[in-house]
């Protein structure tokens, strides 16, 4: 069941890599050692050059663990490669050159560097053989990406930004615990399969589940990917949730609940993504539904499932991240990504509109583009095990899924009603960008075989057959016809210019308000804290206590002399009394 | 010959420096004194602590009277590690002064604070080293006296109420000390801690050894902040001159833990933890400590009052591993007790350089210091991790053995608290580094320059070493863990 169990299929050649992850920093070191603008085209070479030595390197790794660290008990595995690891260290890398040709124009080296650190701490993450290791690389992803939040230098952005990291960083640690506890109960600290026999698998799970986005710890992705700059919420897209469906995928295979949460996932975030009108926030409620079909491969656990999800994995990358470079794109150009505002682009930005509509077409799985050889083994999966419900739960999934990414956007930014908007077209470093991420999309969906061969496990399934395209050509049609006709009968919920509070009320709202009274309560009892939480406690000691209560009298040393009497007295009691004495 | 009389030598050349800097009269030879004298305590701690890795316990009986007549200092591993803490501790500060006590000091004052340093010192070594719990009093009030006197020199007017509020405290918490003593004495005859040890043994249910145990419980807990008798301790902390509150943080309540540490191996192990309740209280106060200290520490606006919280929940942490026992709880505590001293030592001298450019250390005066000042910060960051537990520094040890403690006795609840401790420190350290490095300079630090050399080198070693031991651990972990061999009586 496990990848490394599994026999090789390709041979990678000699050991002389190094770990991935290291060629990033480094490059990060040397931006942050250009100074000045005058150095712009040394510091695009390196930016460039970084993927492509990235991609040469992965060539010479050889298969099982190396760079061994040992350090305390542990034994850190810094290179830990198999098929798996490779297949999303290639994908990394890909993503990497095509993240950082799309800002390559971007002239704020902070952004640079947090997006060679991002990427490396990401790959660093999927090739470290231990839990030790995935926790520093899990924390760097949390922290280098959260600069790329900030990168947009708003007061929205940096709310977000703060909000983001506290999650991620709350992630990590709960990631820690759960290691920590598994090197406790198991002396061992490999990240292998963690399964949910213990509360330890628990804990790992739930710090996965945040990176990855399941409900209601999913407000992150709709919080700050809209937030951040158009070249940084590519490279968001790319990494963190993929690192989490490849810890989930090595960790919990076949962990049936997560096929639950993972349908919950693909279909809730369609109501959303219907009623919400910033178009990159939309391409976040889309990234859920997809990671929901990525959760519930991982849940059903057979080859073909999670074949199927680490290949939509893939795919999704590259079809989510064209599609945010493309609403990077309108955002360079038109400064907002509103559906209300927007329309008749096509006009000034047609090449723009056609990647834009083959990242549609993708993410919608239309025969030929690269969702339909992924989504499809995942769905033949749940099939083959006999989850008919969920299997229907997900198809509905998919026509939402359809409606909202494969229409709604292209529609209401390039075409619906002309907005007398004029702009440029993209620049040429984007446009190359979305043009190669437009052809792997393209390439992905024709000639299956080659991602096949990647996979970790050996594929046999046919995406190309009559009933099954068939099948996805009358869901695509009718889900268009249902789009149609909601939108002449005037149904359709019309876009307006409103900010849509989903679950993040939970903490934004609630969250800040129990903290404070929390804070306040444990002011009201800590003699200590009194003279900052002076307003609460009086209130409430007024209340209680009067204003010369018991903890609220203004006389502290006295107070405290009054609690050395009380714990003398307790201590007391207790020695005497409790004990058999 | 020397190597004979290292104990006594180890508290006498601190003692002997007090009334020499009266005698000098003048700041700076004071101040070159000084240096010269915490330097050969420092040689004369590694010496003494080599010497008993090498041969076992030393002991050194004054004047030649023997043991139970005369009085004894004996130095075993657990006392070694704790006055080579504090040794290495001043070694690095008292340089440090310098610059920070001749800026916040008024300069006649300025030799009294040198010989009062040097009093506190003789005072926490003396307390540290002896083996006879009557002297440990006396080094006590030494020790407090000198401290009280010291947090009354911060240029704030508020240092006074401060100092006074620390004075009555401080007092109680001896007198109960005092008491407790007197009550041993009362029902075991000697003052020899060794002596004592083994005669409690016949007689732990008798109601006077009881009442002994629960006056020094409180009166240790009180000198040592635990919580709810914290509440002198952010005060002095925040307006004592900065140097003086490095090195009482880093040195004054750990001296209050080790006595802790030392009254379990006096009652043994099997009273405290098999047949007193005290586990249960001690970790249901510990944690309190540790939550409410960090909570305190998120809401202040005054960077040395948050560190002075955040002392007060590392007290806590402390105190936890002695409440929850065993090797893995015992060595995690005498583990914080050193990761401690280094991180916190090292932010609160950044700070001391922060008070020495800006002037202040209000959070808000803080804004953008990053850039003005990029050693200090960077310095201050780097001992943050240690403090908040990130893995690789020092503070992660103690927090890792804390939490593998908690876990052998199974009580998932104290895990549970020490990971939303976690990120409650996390958030209160963020808010310092949020202010200095993601806003403009404010105007109060508009010409702030960075902190001179002979601020930043002390503030670097402390810095380094919090990394360094998070590393190679060989030192403070394997010592840690000799020592609680000692405490539970397993080794000599």
Request: glycine share 10%.
């Amino acid at each position: 069941m496990r990848p490394e169990e599994f026999p090789l299929l390709l041979d990678w050649g000699t050991p002389l890599g190094l770990p991935p992850a290291f060629i990033f920093f480094a490059a990060a070191a040397i931006i942050a050692m250009l100074r000045g603008d005058h150095q712009q085209l040394a510091k695009r070479a390196v930016l460039l050059l970084v993927p492509v030595i990235g991609l040469w390197n992965l060539t010479t790794l050889s298969m099982g663990p190396s760079w061994v660290i040992d350090v305390l008990d542990f034994q850190l595995v810094q290179l830990r490669v198999d098929r798996l690891s490779l297949l999303f260290g290639l994908l990394f890398h890909l993503g990497a050159f095509l993240g950082v040709l799309y800002a390559l124009r971007v002239r704020d080296d902070t952004q640079h560097i947090a997006a060679l650190v991002y990427a490396g701490s990401a790959l660093g993450a999927v090739f470290a053989g231990d839990l030790i290791s995935l926790f520093f690389y899990w924390e760097g992803m949390a922290v280098a990406s959260a600069f790329l939040v900030w990168g947009r230098r708003t007061p929205e952005s940096n709310g977000a930004g703060l909000r983001y990291l506290t999650i991620h960083l709350i992630s990590g640690l709960l990631l820690l615990a759960g290691a920590l506890l598994h090197f406790q109960a198991t002396g061992r600290i490999a990240f292998e399969y963690v399964g949910l026999g213990r509360v330890e698998g628990w804990l790992i799970l739930a710090a996965f589940g945040i990176k990855c986005g399941f409900p209601l710890v999913h407000n992150w992705i709709t919080d700050a990917y809209p937030q951040s700059t158009p070249s940084g919420t590519v490279f968001l897209s790319m990494f963190t949730t993929k690192v989490a469906v490849y810890a989930l995928a090595r960790g919990f295979p076949g962990a049936d609940i997560l096929v639950i949460v993972g349908t919950v996932m693909a279909v809730f975030p369609i109501f959303y993504a219907v009623i919400e009108n910033d178009l990159r926030r939309v391409l976040g409620y889309s990234m859920i539904n997809q990671i929901g079909f990525m959760v519930v491969g991982v849940g059903i656990g057979t080859e073909l499932a999670l074949n199927g999800t680490v290949a939509h994995a893939f795919n999704e990358v590259m079809f989510k991240g064209l599609l945010f470079m493309t609403m990077g794109a309108v955002l360079l150009r038109v400064r907002h990504v509103n559906g209300s505002d927007l329309g008749g682009l096509y006009k000034s930005m047609p090449l723009t509109t056609i990647f834009c509509v083959v990242g549609a077409a993708s993410i919608s799985a239309f025969p030929l583009f690269s969702g339909f050889v992924s989504k499809s083994m995942i769905m033949a999966a749940m099939i083959e095990e006999g989850h008919d419900v969920l299997w229907l739960a997900l198809l509905f999934a998919s026509a939402g899924g359809f409606h909202h990414a494969g229409i709604k956007i292209p529609y209401f930014a390039f075409f619906a009603h002309h907005s007398g908007l004029t702009v440029k077209e993209a620049p040429w470093n984007m446009l190359v960008a979305m043009a190669l991420a437009a052809g792997l999309c393209i390439l992905a969906g024709t000639w299956p075989a080659l991602l096949y061969g990647l996979l970790p496990w050996e594929v046999a399934y046919a995406p190309y057959t009559y009933p099954h395209v068939l099948i996805q050509l009358q869901l695509l049609t009718f889900s268009a016809l249902a789009f149609a006709w909601l939108k002449l009968s005037g149904i359709y919920p019309p876009e307006l210019r409103s900010v849509n509070l989903d679950a993040d009320w939970l903490y934004r709202w609630l969250g800040t308000r129990a903290a404070r009274w929390t804070l306040g309560a444990i002011g009201f009892a800590a003699a200590g804290i009194r003279e900052t939480a002076r307003d609460e406690a009086a209130a409430l000691g007024g209340k209680l206590l009067g204003r010369r209560g018991l903890l609220t009298r203004p006389t502290p040393t006295g107070a405290a002399a009054l609690w050395v009497g009380a714990l003398l007295a307790g201590y007391l009691f207790l020695y005497f009394f409790v004990p058999g004495g | 010959m020397i190597a004979s009389h290292l104990p006594v030598l180890q508290v006498v050349m601190s003692l002997v420096a007090a009334p020499l800097c009266m005698v000098l009269h003048r700041g700076r030879p004071a101040w070159l004194l000084s240096v010269a004298v915490s330097w050969a305590s420092l040689a004369c701690a590694v010496a003494l602590l080599l010497q008993v890795i090498d041969d076992g316990a030393v002991t050194y009986a004054f004047g030649g009277w023997a043991a139970p007549v005369g009085i004894e200092y004996r130095i075993d591993i657990l006392n070694g590690f704790v006055l080579l803490i504090i040794a290495a501790i001043s070694a690095v500060v008292v340089p440090y002064s310098l610059r920070s006590a001749a800026d916040e000091i008024a300069p006649e004052r300025l030799w009294l604070f040198y010989a009062v340093l040097n009093l506190l010192l003789a005072g926490l070594f003396g307390i540290a080293i002896t083996g006879d719990l009557f002297n440990v009093f006396v080094f006590l009030e030494i020790s407090s006296l000198a401290s009280y006197a010291l947090v009354s020199l911060g240029r704030d007017r508020r240092a006074l109420t401060a100092a006074f509020r620390y004075l009555i405290l401080g007092t109680l918490g001896a007198t109960f000390i005092l008491i407790g003593i007197g009550l041993l004495y009362a029902a075991t005859g000697t003052l020899n801690m060794a002596d004592i040890a083994v005669r409690v043994q016949g007689q732990l249910d008798s109601r006077t050894i009881l009442a002994a145990f629960a006056f020094l419980t409180v009166g240790i807990s009180l000198k040592a902040a635990l919580f709810p008798l914290h509440s002198w301790l952010p005060g002095a902390y925040a307006y004592a001159p900065s140097a003086v509150t490095a090195l009482l943080a880093a040195t004054a309540t750990k001296v209050a833990i080790y006595l802790l540490l030392r009254m379990v191996f006096l009652f043994g192990p099997d009273f405290i933890y098999e047949e007193l309740p005290l586990s249960e209280v001690i970790v249901t106060l510990a944690l309190l400590g540790v939550l409410s200290g960090s909570a305190a520490a998120l809401l202040q606006t005054d960077v040395k009052r948050l560190l002075a919280y955040s002392s007060v929940a590392h007290v806590g942490y402390m105190l936890l591993g002695i409440g929850l026992g065993g090797m893995l709880g015992l060595g995690g505590g005498i583990v914080h007790l050193f990761n401690h001293a280094m991180a916190k030592g090292a932010v609160f001298l950044a700070v001391g350089c922060i008070v020495l450019r800006v002037g202040s250390s209000e959070l808000a005066s803080l804004q953008g210091i990053g850039r003005r000042m990029p050693w200090t910060m960077a310095a201050f960051v780097i001992a943050a991790f240690s403090l908040i537990g990130v893995p690789l520094t020092a503070g992660f040890i103690g927090k890792w053995y804390l939490v593998l403690a908690a876990m052998e006795r199974g009580w998932w609840w104290v895990a549970a608290a020490l990971l939303v401790a976690g990120a409650l420190s996390v958030l209160y350290m963020w808010r310092v580094v949020e202010q200095a490095y993601f806003h403009e300079p404010h105007p109060a630090n508009a010409d702030a320059a960075e902190a001179p050399l002979s601020m930043l080198v002390p503030l670097w070693v402390l810095a380094a070493a919090s990394v360094y031991f998070g590393i190679d651990t060989s030192l403070n972990a394997g010592l840690a863990a000799r020592a609680a061999a000692v405490v539970l009586g397993i080794a000599p």
